[in-house]
Every structure is written in C-alpha cells, then in structure tokens.
C-alpha cells in the first residue's frame, strides 16, 4: 500500500520539514522493522535528509542551490521554471529510511525534508513502508 502525504509550501523555495508526518504514517503502519521508501512523484520537487535542529542550514542550503542554479541563466525551457527541474534532479526524488522498534533510524541531528523548488503549491509525498 502506498500512503500519501499532503505538503503545502508557502515560497518558491523551501525546505518543509516532513519528519514527523513521515514518522505518523510509520507509526499507523504498525511496522516495527523495514525501510520507509519516501518519493517524489513531481518535476520540480524533491526529498532529502538533513541537519533539523539549526534552520541557519537549510537557509544555507538554499542559498546556495539558488546561486550556484539561478532562476534565470538563458535556458531553452519555455516554462520559466528550468532551475526547479535542475535542482529536482540535483537533489533527487526518493530517499529511504531504515526502519527499528516502530521507528524511523535518524541521527540526532536528522530530519527528513520536502524541497520545494517552485512553490507556492500543494504537493504530495508517497511513502511505501516495507516490513522485513
Ligand atoms: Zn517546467
């Protein structure tokens, strides 16, 4: 079964925190060990695990995908939107994360993001939890 997760980003460009939403799924579930696929199904969107406890590093971490792939460098793609679809594809749209005592395995400092790259939308997230 896949479940779905609902995401409302407020910017263009944004990390939303999802580590709880995703934790809530595992725990509905009723899975006590396995692998928590998380995916992506968007072109412009996409996943990724990393420092929660400072936001200073996600602000970081935005800054600096937007400089090193601005929003307007001549590209062909007549949609405006080519640095989203490149900065999808640099980061990636699936991610996984190991499963134990009911609980997703994060390091201290871990949580798992949706990286919205042209927000404002509503999005999803589908999260396939496997028992092994
Ligand atoms: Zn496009």
Not at 47 to 67: C, M, W
């Amino acid at each position: 079964m896949i479940r779905y997760i609902n995401v409302k980003s407020k910017s263009r460009t944004e990390l939303v925190n999802i580590t709880n939403l995703i934790q809530n799924e595992l725990s509905e579930s009723g899975v006590e060990s396995g692998i928590c696929y998380l995916y992506v199904p968007h072109t412009t969107a996409a996943v990724t695990i990393n420092e929660g406890a400072d936001p200073s590093v996600q602000r970081d971490v935005l800054a600096t995908l937007n400089k090193l792939i601005p929003k307007d460098a001549g590209y062909a793609h007549l949609e405006g939107n080519s640095d989203a679809h490149i900065k999808s594809s640099a980061i990636g749209a699936s991610d996984f994360v190991l499963v134990e005592d009911g609980k997703l395995v994060l390091g201290t400092w871990q949580s798992i993001y949706f990286c919205e790259f042209d927000g404002p939308r509503h999005r999803r997230l589908a999260v396939k939890i496997v028992e092994c």
